[in-house]
């Protein structure tokens, strides 16, 4: 693989986000998302700590999610990382 192929692959992966993770796993609904999402541009908060606020996802199921984006986040890294080493 050549360094221009890596370069667009790198532009393709996509990270997933908190709301993304939580709508494929269908711990909250498009409607609980959009309520957790205006009341995160509104303000401050993270969206997690929103969505457990108004009691749409557990504390625990945050902490559960959050894990999941980390891990897939490490792996999407490391095949990043494994791709660069193996063209150079």
Do not use: A, C
């Amino acid at each position: 693989m050549k360094n221009d192929e890596i370069k667009n692959w790198k532009k393709m992966v996509h990270y997933p986000k908190l709301g993304e993770i939580l709508l494929q796993h269908k711990k909250i609904t498009i409607e609980q998302f959009d309520i957790g999402m205006q009341k995160h541009l509104s303000g401050n908060h993270p969206l997690g700590e929103i969505l457990v606020s108004l009691g749409f996802i557990t504390p625990d199921e945050l902490v559960q999610v959050l894990q999941l984006q980390d891990n897939i986040d490490e792996v999407l890294s490391k095949s990043i990382e494994e791709l660069e080493s193996s063209v150079e």
